[in-house]
């Protein structure tokens, strides 16, 4: 599973190899990416597994593999998760580098000989069996498959704006950044030319739509985090019995905050003095550090439903901000986005998305049709059954909003010093191999290390001022 993060030292190992291919994955080689998990399980299930595989798949390709008994490989799962890049194909010197030589046995047979673009129909369309469990006929079409993300951002990206008068009417797909929110968030950007941005995945040619760049970005944790969050509040018992049978517990913290606020406006005002770093599960884009760790800073001994909707909603700002940094990075590689396309569970959630609209700046665009990665899962049928060949998908518009929040500034601070605060920790660590150390030098640590909580205290005293 891709937030499985055993492999984070694999992945460490073959960043530091530095071998070409990370080019094209923002120059990290991402835990949630599956060379670093093969070569987890080549070095702790060798017997068990590793030995006796014939294939390894990624989700959306075994799944093609069950309906159809075909081996074919999707481009996008192999192009955006396992280092393939067409028309070359696999890099067998990435491989060898790694430890994972035998992977080049029989033309890469156990990883993928034979590749295909998304929704090209594969072997001879549903098998007897698969088409038995399904309930469908023999020989429906199968199309090769995309990852859910990237369906989503395929269901959404492409969709007919015209006569809502939005930046990007009038102008090319590229002009879009698809933010597919769920789980976790995927923000997905797409260009004519290969654009290389620092601590993001990609460019993937061809990987979501035929003949574009894909540039992927994206958040480990947004609906996991905000889950966390609420539940492991204290008040969150108190949330549910207010909550009852009445609505979903979000939309009652949703309506709470208004009245907190007294007006929808001010309600970002609310959480000027309470703030989160989002990376509880590590930082995917753009600082691709899994290493990172979550932060909340201005909390108080007050534990009321009015503090945990606080909380809730610092944390969904933090989310917003992380979007604006990985749309920072892009628009500085080269990209030029105007608009979002918000899809998956959160964009169901109007304050996250209006929220995304304050932190950016931009106009947020909602599909008509609410099950995106649906849709574009639909698409690949259609293609593979030689139905249609193009979509085009009549949307609606969500809220917008120009408004930037201040709290930028702190959340920019906020990775600093957690970083600052690591070293002077990894520093103090070393001690324990030191037979004998002198109180100077004691003395010195202690001092970095006091130095380094009077700076985070002096920023985050003015920011609060």
Known sequence: MWMDHRATEQADRITK???????????????????????????????????????????????????????????????CKWTYCP???????????????????????????????????????????????????????????????????????????????????????????????????????????????????????????????????????????????????????????????????????????????????AVDLLGSSLHVWPDFHGNRSPLADPTLKGMVVGLSLSQTLDDLALLYLATMQALALGTLHILEAMKEAGHEIRTLFLCGGLSKNNLFVQIHANATGLPVVLPDQTEAVLVGAAVLGACASRHYSSIQYQMTIGQTNTCKITKLEVFSDMSQHQHQHNNVFYEVSRWKCTETLSAVTVEIWICSFVQVEMEVHSVLLQSAL
């Open 87 to 265: 028309p070359e194909g696999w890099d067998a010197s990435f491989w060898t580098s790694i430890g994972l030589d035998d992977l080049l046995e029989n033309n890469f047979s156990k990883i993928g000989s034979v590749t295909s673009p998304p929704g090209s129909p594969l072997g001879d369309g549903l098998t007897q069996e698969a088409a038995a469990d399904l309930g469908l006929d023999p020989g429906t079409a199968v199309g090769a498959s995309l990852i859910d993300a990237h369906a989503g951002g395929l269901g959404v990206i492409g969709a007919d704006v015209k006569g809502f008068h939005l930046p990007c009417e009038g102008q090319p797909i590229t002009a879009r950044m698809a933010l597919i929110c769920g789980t976790s968030t995927c923000h997905m950007a797409i260009s004519e030319q290969p654009l290389f941005v620092p601590g993001v995945w990609g460019p993937y040619l061809s990987a979501m739509v035929p003949g574009l760049w894909l540039n992927e970005g994206g958040q480990s944790v947004t609906g996991r985090l905000i889950d966390h969050m609420v539940k492991g509040h204290t008040a969150y018992t108190q949330l549910q019995e207010q909550v009852q049978q009445r609505s979903n517990i979000y939309s009652y913290l949703n309506n709470h905050l208004s009245s907190m606020a007294n007006s929808c406006s």
């Open 17 to 79: 190899n530095g071998h070409r291919v990370l080019s094209r994955v923002g120059g990290v080689m991402s835990p949630e990416m599956q060379p670093p998990k093969l070569l987890w399980l080549k070095e702790n299930l060798n017997e068990s597994c590793w030995n006796k595989a014939s294939h390894f798949f990624d989700l959306p390709d075994f799944l093609s593999w069950k309906a159809s008994g075909s081996l074919t490989r999707s481009l996008c799962t192999l192009v």
